[in-house]
Nanobody, 126 residues
Framework: QVQLVETGGGLVQAGDSLRLSCAASGRTFSNYAMGWFRQAPGKEREFVAGISRSGSSTHYADSVKGRFTISRDNAKNTVYLQMNTLKPEDTAVYYC???????????????????WGQGTQVTVSS
């Protein structure tokens, strides 16, 4: 089992920045690729960003490319999502997830991820 706890959400204005953190425990963190997903009210949960086990590969949804940056610190068992130039349409509950996958690519499908956090709310006002 892997336990994931997200922190860092909040209420911000359009154009502001936030950094989300996801702390992992329970299994060897570096064995897992990590991803961030989000779910807005009435919408499906969607992929936002992902990072490979070593951190050498990353992948972003087109909607956040150039504004969000995913990173990880395997020594701290933590993955981060730096979100800049936030927009009202970024409002959602953000979830981190762990993918027990040894490939070099970053997978984007929800069903590929084995463990999920409880989510943290991000609200961007206009």
């Amino acid at each position: 089992q892997v336990q994931l706890v997200e922190t860092g959400g909040g209420l911000v204005q359009a154009g502001d920045s936030l950094r989300l953190s996801c702390a992992a425990s329970g299994r060897t963190f570096s064995n897992y690729a990590m991803g961030w997903f989000r779910q807005a009210p009435g919408k499906e949960r969607e992929f936002v960003a992902g990072i490979s086990r070593s951190g050498s590969s990353t992948h972003y949804a087109d909607s956040v490319k150039g504004r969000f940056t995913i990173s990880r610190d395997n020594a701290k068992n933590t993955v981060y999502l730096q979100m800049n130039t936030l927009k009202p349409e970024d409002t959602a509950v953000y979830y981190c997830a762990a993918d027990y996958y040894y490939g070099m690519i970053v997978r984007t499908a929800r069903h590929d991820y084995d463990y999920w956090g409880q989510g943290t709310q991000v609200t961007v006002s206009s």
